[in-house]
């Protein structure tokens, strides 16, 4: 069984993370065919969402609990980017009207 998996239980959090399945919830049924996402996909997953919303970097990082904001700014540059190009595109919007 992957090691990387995590079992959700309503009364568990942290949730657990184990190579065992949840006595209580099975991680999903071999007929699901859902694809394996680990914990760190999901964290990697809430901060990108949350910088394409707006919320400031320096908020994430905290909340990531990275020691210095170099470090997520590094690791969300692909994103800075993007949100970047949309901000000119907004610029650019915002002057052709004028």
Avoid: N
């Amino acid at each position: 069984m992957d090691r990387d998996r995590i079992c959700l239980h309503h009364d568990h959090w942290p949730p657990d993370r184990t190579d065992q399945p949840h006595p209580h919830l099975p991680c999903s049924p071999p007929h699901a065919e859902l694809r394996t996402i680990r914990f760190h996909d999901l964290r990697h997953t809430t901060a990108t969402l949350l910088l394409e919303e707006g919320v400031e970097l320096v908020v994430i990082k905290e909340l990531l609990g990275h020691a210095h904001i170099g470090v997520t700014a590094t690791i969300y540059a692909h994103v800075r980017l993007g949100l970047q190009r949309q901000a000119l595109d907004t610029l650019s919007a915002t002057l052709d009207r004028s």
